[in-house]
């Protein structure tokens, strides 16, 4: 009766009348993780106008040290949501959870945009952005991990790393409306229309896309009931995640580490590094964005195909050996030579690089756990991750920059990353060829 009931509430979507087609299946399961992506875009390039709005009595590098922390703060309470929306799914269905992370992030997204300034309201500001980021981060910390479950358990052998790959693609999408929304504000508005009200319409009109999100999820139907059959109770399924899955949840966490960070310097950071570091203007920054985007939306899908032919492990190793290897040339040549051209150039090569490596580790992950774990466990081994190695990289990059004067600091800080993240391929199994 209280399963019932627990289902009921949580938003279950019935099975739908009639198949769905597989194009439909990834647009409605990756519309959340694409929202969440718009608003870390949107955060990450107006970094610097957030600083001075929220908190103005810091100097500059301060403002931007408070902004990116602010930024960050958002990923502690990943874990939370991780494990949370992971227990509903692994229980009472995959969709039901990502239509509640999309009603949360909705919400959090909204309260951005709707606070006033440090000039309004004095330190209420910075709190309410600070809440809102946190509701932001406890919705994505279970959206990630529970949509892309879902992807990998509806795609058929042969074909899951394609499938899978595009929850990563949607990231590259999402990368590119936000720069693009970005770099429109940017360069038709004046500095005091920007300041006033421009940076709170991409806010705003991101919030539009939850009812989006739930009337795609409600065609796709639920899973229900094939929820957890391997303990019953959330306490059961979590302590199965920690006793019988440990291995794995640490295996994922490591591969996660090396993803995570690359994918928040070379697709969000280098517009803040174009500005802050390479002093280069406002518009070239956000196309440092747009490209990277466009290539992530591009080349994830490729990444996942590969590994459906060659081998996960194989495409992730090569993939995150050749970015770390090149990063640190990469961040050399834009610092001695910071030409809108070669940064554009370096930016695609390593995006290019992560975007493949996302696109098959992206597979890798859900293959891991066992069906009955396998929402909690993902959802809490890449929230974990994100939130350390992720979330806080621009607020480390930046440190690091401000207290060394090393401009590649940020190359330094992957190149560690993605050896801690080649680590665990050496334990894993291949299940490419397996039911899961």
Request: aromatic content about 10%; proline content about 4%; charged content about 10%.
């Amino acid at each position: 009766m209280k399963s019932t009931s627990m289902r009921s509430a949580a938003l279950a979507s019935s099975a739908p009348a009639r198949p769905i087609s597989t194009r439909s299946l990834i647009v409605a399961t990756t519309i959340g993780n694409a929202f969440e992506f718009f608003d870390l875009t949107v955060y990450s390039f107006f970094a610097v106008l957030l600083g001075k709005l929220f908190f103005p009595l810091a100097t500059p590098q301060q403002q931007l040290l408070l902004s990116v922390g602010t930024f960050g703060v958002g990923f502690i309470a990943r874990p939370l949501g991780g494990v949370m929306f992971g227990l509903i799914a692994d229980r009472f269905g995959r969709v039901a959870a990502m239509n509640l992370t999309l009603l949360a992030m909705a919400l959090g997204t909204g309260l951005i945009g709707l606070t006033p300034t440090y000039a309004q309201i004095g330190i209420a500001a910075p709190l309410l952005v600070l809440v809102a980021r946190l509701l932001q981060g406890f919705s994505a910390g279970g959206e990630v991990g529970v949509a892309t479950t879902l992807l990998a358990e509806r795609a058929r052998v042969g074909e899951r790393g394609f499938i899978t790959s595009w929850q990563f693609a949607s990231q590259g999408a999402a990368a590119l409306a936000g720069s693009f929304v970005g770099f429109l504000l940017s360069h038709f508005l004046d500095t005091a229309s920007l300041e006033s009200w421009g940076w709170r319409v991409p806010f705003l009109a991101g919030v539009l896309i939850a009812p989006l999100g739930l009337y795609l999820r409600a065609r796709i139907g639920d899973d229900a009931h094939r929820a957890s059959d391997a303990s019953h109770g959330g306490h059961g399924v979590l302590r199965t995640v920690f006793t019988r899955d440990g291995k794995q949840l640490l295996l994922a966490l490591l591969l996660v580490i090396g993803g995570t960070s690359a994918h928040f310097i070379v697709l969000y950071y280098m517009s803040t590094y174009a500005i802050k570091v390479l002093h280069l203007p406002m518009d070239t920054a956000m196309w440092c964005g747009m490209l990277s985007g466009a290539v992530m939306l591009v080349m994830s899908p490729i990444g996942g195909r590969w590994s459906d032919r060659y081998g996960r492990k194989r495409v992730t190793f090569v993939s995150r050996a050749l970015l770390t290897l090149l990063i640190l040339p990469g961040f050399l040549a834009i610092t001695h030579k910071p030409s809108v051209l070669t940064l554009y150039l370096v930016v695609c090569a390593l995006a290019s690089l992560h975007s493949i490596n996302a696109g098959a580790t992206g597979p890798l992950l859900p293959e891991l756990f066992p069906r009955s774990t396998r929402a909690t466990g993902l959802s809490l081994s890449y929230a974990a991750g994100v939130s350390i190695f992720g979330g806080f990289a621009q607020f480390i990059v930046t440190w690091l920059i401000g207290a060394t004067g090393e401009p590649t600091s940020p190359a330094w800080y992957v190149i560690v990353c993605g050896l801690l993240s080649l680590v665990p391929l050496a334990f894993i199994t291949e299940r490419a060829n397996e039911e899961i």
